[in-house]
């Protein structure tokens, strides 16, 4: 059973960074595709970026530039580098396997950026 917690959120001005970071309790080796979601008030859990085993990622056409997700299977941790921080990405964020798995679900990080 793989337990994961998120951290590095906080409150940021617009233009700013954060690094979140989810640390795996077990293996994440074995999951081939790592993922960051976020979830806003009053909408839907959106998959912002995922990452393959091998280091393919891929990211949602809104933070495409400014985001970079990253991944240390020896560490067992997921990382999301977030520049260029805009209000509309305050949000709840949370780390996952893509798909993802409902056990997996943690607490999740809170970042709010200010205009």
């Known amino acids: 059973q793989v337990r994961l917690v998120e951290s590095g959120g906080g409150l940021v001005q617009a233009g700013g960074s954060l690094r979140l970071s989810c640390a795996a309790s077990g293996s994440i080796f074995s999951i081939n595709t790592m993922g960051w979601y976020r979830q806003a008030p009053g909408k839907q859990r959106e998959l912002v970026a995922g990452?393959?085993?091998?280091?393919?990622?891929n990211y949602r056409d809104s933070v495409e530039g400014r985001f970079t997700i990253s991944r240390d299977n020896a560490k067992n941790t997921v990382y999301l580098q977030m520049n260029s921080l805009k209000p509309e990405d305050t949000a709840v964020y949370y780390c996952?396997?893509?798909?993802?798995?409902?056990?997996?679900w943690g607490q999740g990080t809170q970042v709010t950026v200010s205009s």
């Open positions: 996952n396997a893509a798909p993802w798995i409902a056990d997996y």
């Open positions: 990452i393959t085993s091998r280091g393919r990622t």
